[in-house]
């Protein structure tokens, strides 16, 4: 109990000695001392390097998960270290919730079908998000999350036990400066002009006193300059690691952009194959295979489909009167063309469309068109007329009025 009171009681000056130098320095009433230029050029590097790693660190985190809530959920996890559950994504939750609106509609309309092919893409869009932020968060966050919570945090309490043998030394100096100005104080010549040889006495004594205060004072400089040169050289080799730490991060930033890149072109493929499925790049004009028995052919003519498929091909179309037998064989010739006598209807054009070939017909937005359909055609395609021009286009770019 004895030796920790001694201990208590000696932490508790050391505190207050800094403390005072501190305040002193503060005040500009003590001297400090100061770090050469390399080494505040180290400070202010890795100060540097701590900010932005963290704000980069902050922002990746909000681009790989906008959702605050579930950023916080996944923060008490980790630090309760138990793993994270998965979540689903928004591109999944949209893909289960266009899958379920398809069986409502019917899987075999053509809504439906639309909504099943896009839904189909989603799910993969956000299955290719999910394996995107797992790669990033392996690759990018853990190493800029190791660096703060390790090797700064090791830097941070070298740097605090720097700054205190920094106060230590100095405080040995203050003391040592006033011990030496005591001494030579001391050791004046004293008044012999008076009878008062006690004074003499005292005087020799005070002397011998101040000259023990000095040697103890210069014995712990020596001390606390140790300590402080050996804790700067520590330190000093932790600050001149960041050099490694942003080669580190600069391999981790290249993994990063590898995995956004993959991501990115996965998300491109995924959706230049669902504009392939819904017509988008169709090149000739051809009827449906499936559309191409009997039954289709003496059936009224479809009604505008909602999906835009894969162009099929057909193996066997009668020829019908009033059809030309291009459109039979399967090209269209839009000259040859003639509309019905009943069924042409006007439509609304929704977006702008690009003619992929002279068979189809060029649209732009909010246009007004006559449309009709013919015995043998794909579902998912009519025939528009703006003035004397004639084309195949996509019913889904279209509104039909009544």
Known sequence: MEFN????????????????????????????????AHFENLLARADCTKNWTEKILR??????????SARVEEFLYEKLDRKVPSRVTNGELLAQYMTEAANDFGPGTPYGKTLI??????????????????????????????????????????????????LDLDACKARLKKAKAAEAKAAAVPDFQETRPRNYVLSASASALWSDEVEKAEHELRLTQTDFDRQAEVTRLLLEGISSTHVNHLRCLHE?????????????????????????????????????????????????????????TIPVVPTIVGVPNTVAEGVLNPNEVKPPASGTRRARVLYDYEAADSTELALLADEMITVYSLPGMDPDWLIGERGNQKGKVPVTYLELLS
């Open 5 to 36: 009171v001694k201990k208590l009681a000696s932490d508790a000056g050391v505190f207050f000695s800094r403390a005072m130098q501190f305040t002193e320095e503060k005040l500009g009433q003590a001297e400090k001392t100061e770090l050469d």
């Open 59 to 68: 922002q990746t985190e909000v681009l790989l998960q906008p959702n605050p």
């Open 117 to 166: 092919k896009v839904g189909e893409t989603q799910r993969r869009l956000g299955a290719a998000e999910r394996e995107f932020i797992r790669s990033a968060s392996i690759s990018f966050l853990t190493p800029l999350r190791n660096f703060l919570e390790g090797d700064w945090r090791t830097i941070s309490k070298e740097r605090r036990i720097l700054q205190n043998r920094r």
């Open 256 to 312: 990063f952009v590898e995995s956004q890149t993959n991501y990115y072109a996965q998300c491109y493929q995924f959706m230049l194959d669902l504009q392939k499925q819904l017509g988008r790049f169709s090149g000739t004009f051809v009827g449906n295979a499936e559309s191409a028995s009997p039954a289709a052919a003496t059936s009224p003519p479809a009604v505008a489909a909602a999906t835009l498929p894969a162009v099929p």
